[in-house]
C-alpha cells in the first residue's frame, strides 16, 4: 500500500492505495467529488476537474498522454507539475505520493 497525502484547502488528507490504482480512487474515497467537484468526468479524462500538482513521488509515474496534455492545456494555473489524477497510476515501488490540489 502506499500513502497518498492530498493537500486541500482544509488540511492535509490522507488514503492508502495500492498499486495499479489511480490516484482518483483515494480523492473519491476522501468525497472530494462531492466537497469539490473534483473528477466530475469519472475518471474519462475530458474534463479538467481532477487536476493536482504532484509535489512529490510523481517519478513513479508513466509520462502523459498527448490525451492528457490536451486536457491539460485547458487548466487554469497551469504549473511543471500539473497532472490529472484520473490518468496517475500508483506505481509498486512508491511508497509515499503527496499532491496538491490548485485553488479554486
Keep these: ?52 500538482y504532484v509535489e512529490e513521488g510523481g517519478e513513479g509515474f508513466e509520462a502523459p498522454t498527448a490525451e492528457e496534455e490536451d486536457m491539460l492545456d485547458t487548466a487554469f494555473n497551469l504549473e511543471d507539475n500539473s497532472r490529472l489524477a484520473c490518468q496517475l497510476k500508483v506505481s509498486p515501488d512508491a511508497e509515499k505520493i503527496i499532491v496538491r490540489l490548485p485553488e479554486s
Excluded at 493537500?7 to 474515497?29: F, H, I, M, Q, W
Design 1 to 52: 500500500m502506499t500513502e497518498v497525502i492530498f493537500k486541500t484547502p482544509e488540511g492535509d488528507e490522507k488514503v492508502s492505495l495500492n498499486p495499479g490504482e489511480r490516484l482518483l480512487k483515494g480523492a473519491y474515497t476522501l468525497e472530494m467529488d462531492v466537497r469539490y467537484g473534483f473528477g466530475d468526468c469519472g475518471g474519462n479524462c475530458v474534463c479538467c476537474t481532477c487536476h493536482v
